[in-house]
């Protein structure tokens, strides 16, 4: 037994070290000098929206009010059932800076997201090309920052994580544990090295140099993946394109889920995707999770001696990480106590996902469903 618990406190210590060092090497975006405005090239925000009306407004507005001379923003309805269109146009009225394209109808072979950025990407003129979540809040300098770190240092692709709103204390726990997940998963500060195979990709803020999106084949070469962001990244970063992940404190913000079940449902789609629909690396990265985040704090009661004191320090590590990632995200510290029991909804919403998808033979998103074995062709 003490060999186990000082194997589990060795193995938290790395992995927490790891992602703390690694994670301090990912650059601010608020700390990148704004582009020169004499010789900032033009840029493109395509944005994707579906029944996005209770937000769209005032999402769109932030973007607009971008300190940035060249810009445009392309928004794309994909067959929105609510008032989104409508909005939406009414906006592009009262500002010629906005585009809006409406797709009726999804071409097969598509997930409708990725095909209506797509579609956005073909109607953009800039040499950059953002593509952002349609509930996203910038800064005013957000965009200007970003282009000048390309500019500067010659990126392809900028992948800028956002700050994440959520209420309560459960939800924002889980966003604390979400975001060391995907350090520990992805290790973005290593998507800068060419040498190294890990890249970066994320929904609410992708940056990418257009004649790199383009030369890789757009959106069409992940058009059914849910975690498309992120595999867009791979595809850039195979293709030889110099990638960087950033840190978007104060400069970008989304509300990620506003309640337990709207974030259950909405991991759906993806949670499986991440793990390349693989049963086996779902029951193997949740039994890891419960190992490492539930089965000590359990067991710190039932025993005594030396291996309470290794399991001890080892939920002490824990607790001391997700600390830290909370004070990234902006989020009170006391959340992280709450830690045991996100891990056992993360383990949750990854093994009810993986069944969903194997009993259904697939997912159904926002009014569509997609077969798993299409989805799985889409190998990337």
Known sequence: MIWLAAAILALTVLMGLETLIGGSRIRRLRDCPPVDRLHAPPVSIVVAARDEAAHIEA???TMLRQDYPDFELVVVDDRSTDDTSGILDRMATADPRLTVIHVCDLPPGWLGKNHALQAGAGQARGTYLLFADADVHLATDALSRAIG????????HLAVGPDLVMPGALLQAFGVFFLYSFLAFTKPWKASDPNSWFFVGIGAFNLVRREAYWDVGGHE???????????????LKRAGYRQEAGIGSGMLSVAWYHSL??????LEKNMFAGVDYSILLSLAGGLLQLVLGVLPIIAVFAVTGPVRVLLAAQVAAVILTMAVNAKVLGLPVRVVLLTPIVVGLFVFILWRTMVLNLIQGGIRWRGTFYSLRELKANRV
């Open 149 to 156: 770190r390309c500019e500067a240092a010659g990126i392809d």
């Open 261 to 266: 079940g709207e974030m259950i449902h909405g």
């Open 59 to 61: 999402a769109v507005a």
């Open 221 to 235: 070469r992940v058009r059914l993946r849910p975690d498309d962001d992120l595999k867009l990244g791979k595809v």
